[in-house]
C-alpha cells in the first residue's frame, strides 16, 4: 500500500449525474494532485494543489470541479460529464512539490465509466 | 511542449532473463527522473529514480541509466520474474510536475 487512498473504485454515471471522487493520503504530505488515464495515452495531469491551494489547473474543462478542504483530503466533483471522460483517475501525493526530487505516491484509482 | 516517450509499447521476455526497457526525453534542463511500474487495476508504484547528476543507479533487481548526452533513459531488471509483468512508466519532474511517457507493457513467459 502506498498510503494514498481513493473511493470509489469504481463509478458508472450517467451524463446528467453529478458525483464525487475522493482521495485521502496518510503520509503528511503537503501536495495533492488529480491525474487522469485513458488507454494508450500518457498520463494526463489535471490539478495540483499545494498547502490546500490550487496551483495549477491544466486547462481541465469546468464539469470538473476540484476541492481540497486539507492537505490529507482531496475531492473531484463530476457533472454533466460526457462519455469520452471515462478513464481511470488517480490521485497522488508528494512530500515537497518545490524541492523537485520527491516522487509522487499514487492511489490505485477510481475507474470512471460514463455513460 | 517538450515530451518524455518510451521507445516501444510492448516488450515480451522470457522468465528469468533480463528485460531493458527505454525512454527518451526532450527537456534537457530537468533533473530527475522516475520509473513507474503499473499492474492492472493498480495505481503507479515508484520503482527507482536517478538525478542528473548520475549515471546510474541500482536497486533490488533494477538499474536505472542516464545518458544526458542522448537524453535517454533505461530501465534494467535483471531475472524477469511474472511478478514483473505490469506497463513501466518513465517521468520526468519538473518542480513537482510529472511528465509521463505512454508506458511500456512488459510480459514474462514462463
Known amino acids: 500500500e502506498t498510503g494514498v487512498t481513493q473511493t470509489p473504485r469504481h463509478l458508472v454515471m450517467g451524463m446528467t449525474n453529478k458525483k464525487s471522487l475522493k482521495c485521502e493520503q496518510h503520509?503528511?504530505?503537503?501536495?495533492m494532485y488529480w491525474y487522469k488515464q485513458s488507454a494508450k495515452k500518457p498520463l494526463e495531469l489535471m490539478f495540483v494543489?499545494?498547502?490546500?491551494?490550487?496551483?495549477e489547473n491544466n486547462s481541465v474543462p469546468s464539469r470538473f470541479s476540484p476541492e481540497c478542504p486539507n492537505s490529507s483530503h482531496l475531492f473531484l466533483h463530476l457533472h454533466t460529464l460526457q462519455p469520452e471522460d471515462s478513464a481511470l483517475y488517480l490521485c497522488?501525493?508528494?512530500?515537497?512539490?518545490?524541492?523537485?526530487?520527491?516522487?509522487?505516491?499514487f492511489g490505485p484509482g477510481t475507474r470512471l465509466t460514463v455513460l | 511542449g517538450e515530451s518524455v516517450g518510451l521507445h516501444l509499447p510492448t516488450l515480451s521476455v522470457q522468465e528469468g532473463d533480463n528485460s531493458i526497457i527505454n525512454c527518451a526525453y526532450s527537456?534537457?534542463?530537468?533533473?530527475?527522473f522516475i520509473w513507474y511500474k503499473q499492474e492492472s487495476g493498480k495505481g503507479p508504484q515508484f520503482i527507482i529514480d536517478?538525478?542528473?547528476?548520475?549515471d546510474k543507479r541500482q536497486g533490488q533487481r533494477v538499474t536505472v541509466l542516464l545518458n544526458k548526452t542522448v537524453k535517454h533513459l533505461s530501465l534494467q531488471i535483471a531475472a524477469t520474474q511474472p511478478g514483473d509483468s505490469a506497463v513501466y512508466f518513465c517521468?520526468?519532474?519538473?518542480?513537482?510536475?510529472?511528465?509521463f511517457g505512454q508506458g511500456t507493457e512488459l510480459s514474462v513467459k514462463p
Open positions: 497522488a501525493s508528494t512530500k515537497d512539490p518545490v524541492a523537485g526530487y520527491n516522487e509522487q505516491f
Open positions: 503520509l503528511g504530505h503537503n501536495a
Open positions: 494543489y499545494s498547502l490546500e491551494e490550487r496551483v
Open positions: 527537456n534537457s534542463a530537468s533533473d530527475y
Open positions: 536517478i538525478r542528473s547528476n548520475m
Open positions: 517521468a520526468e519532474n519538473q518542480g513537482g510536475k510529472l511528465i
